[in-house]
């Protein structure tokens, strides 16, 4: 916001956004048309990609970013908290029953983002404080979290993922939070930009533009802010 107090300019030109798939899909492609209403004389390129691309190399000028970030020369901005969700639908809970304790997963069904996620094991804070690491040895693996959503809807299994990608399922009752007291590791959702002395209008607004947004959506812990457009 102080980037941009006391701006003259309208933001205009090129404006290259990467983000991860799912969430880009989501709410990125939605949020880049409400910014082109707002300041129409800025084109757009949305990168959809779930690696984290380099910024010089692919002329990036912002990048949405999930996770904890290496260690870079980038200027980053955090907009928000990522909360994860254990989750069954109800069919498969009335099939298999409701898990009581993290190591009953061993026995059940599960639904992966990646193949690799059935080698690694789920990092769960007890109630108590502890700390826990549970297999999940079998199930299926579909890397694009709205399709594995719609299976676990579907009854296929437990799924570990994103809140924000359940919360509505959540809602309607076509889902239901497993072992909920177990706490997971939020993901920090950042906005990443190269350093420059000057930052053109259109990234400083765009970046502004998010921080407003993500504030929105269901299953995130967005960092608070203040102000708006003009």
Do not use: C
């Not at 991860?20 to 989501?26: A, C, N, R, Y």
């Not at 800025?42 to 990609?49: G, K, P, R, T, W």
């Not at 080698?119 to 404080?129: K, M, V, Y």
């Amino acid at each position: 916001e102080t980037e941009i107090s006391g701006e003259d300019l309208v933001p205009s030109g090129l404006l290259r956004v990467t983000a991860p798939i799912d969430f880009g899909q989501e709410y990125v492609a939605g949020w880049l048309l409400q910014y082109k209403q707002i300041y129409p004389d800025v084109e757009f390129d949305l990168i959809l990609a779930n690696d984290f691309l380099d910024l010089n190399q692919s002329q990036i000028d912002v990048a949405l970013r999930v996770g904890t970030l290496p260690d870079s020369g980038l200027i980053a901005r955090k907009l928000a908290d990522a909360p994860q969700a254990i989750v069954a639908s109800p069919r498969y809970l009335k099939r298999k029953g409701m898990p009581e304790h993290p190591n009953e997963f061993q026995a059940h069904d599960h639904v992966f983002f990646s193949a690799g996620s059935r080698q690694q094991h789920l990092e769960l804070t007890a109630p108590s404080g502890s700390m826990l690491r549970v297999s999940r040895p079998h199930g299926i693996a579909i890397n694009s979290v709205r399709s594995a959503v719609n299976a676990v809807t579907s009854g296929l299994g437990i799924y570990s993922g994103p809140l924000w990608a359940v919360a509505e399922e959540i809602a309607r009752g076509n889902l239901v939070q497993v072992l909920a007291d177990y706490e997971q590791n939020e993901l920090p959702f950042y906005a990443v930009r190269l350093p420059a002395t000057v930052v053109p209008a259109r990234i400083a607004t765009f970046i502004l533009h998010v921080s407003e947004r993500i504030q929105t959506v269901d299953g995130m812990n967005a960092v608070k802010t203040s102000g708006g457009h003009r």
